[in-house]
């Protein structure tokens, strides 16, 4: 009775794993290419004393805040989804929090990953190499 459920349960997920693959090298992308245009700012403040951590917690925190404006757009749209895609089966399940909850929980912590590269790289260069040609 829910063969084509099964089967399109089946593609989903294959097809979301190569998204968020897709996904983590263009936030990786992102992630050299905003490091790279901000090498010199990062080598001054370096110089000027700041730590490791304050260059990373400038660096993440704008990633953190683009992820969050885009699961204020995309948790209200798919709940919104996905209460009308339930509402056709006989047997109805409540949508939880915790669900929703831990996609971002987990989607910070791939953005941690994605860009931490990046990120410890800039922050162990010597500043003397990215002021060199100022």
Do not use: W
């Not at 097809?15 to 080598?43: H, P």
């Amino acid at each position: 009775m829910y063969r084509v459920e099964e089967r399109t349960g089946t593609l989903l997920k294959y097809f979301s794993v190569l998204a968020i693959l897709i996904a983590c090298i263009g936030l990786f992308g992102l992630a050299t290419y905003t490091v790279e245009q901000r090498r010199r700012e990062l080598g001054l403040r370096k110089v000027l004393g700041a730590s490791g951590r304050s260059i990373f917690s400038l660096i993440s925190s704008e990633f953190v805040q683009l992820l969050l404006i885009a699961s204020l757009i995309s948790v209200p749209l798919s709940i919104f989804m996905l209460q009308k895609y339930l509402s056709d089966f006989a047997f109805h399940i409540q949508l939880s929090p915790g669900i929703f909850v831990l996609a971002l929980f987990l989607s910070i912590v791939v953005t941690g990953l994605a860009i931490s590269y990046q990120l410890v790289t800039a922050i162990r260069t010597n500043p003397a190499k990215s002021l060199k040609y100022e």
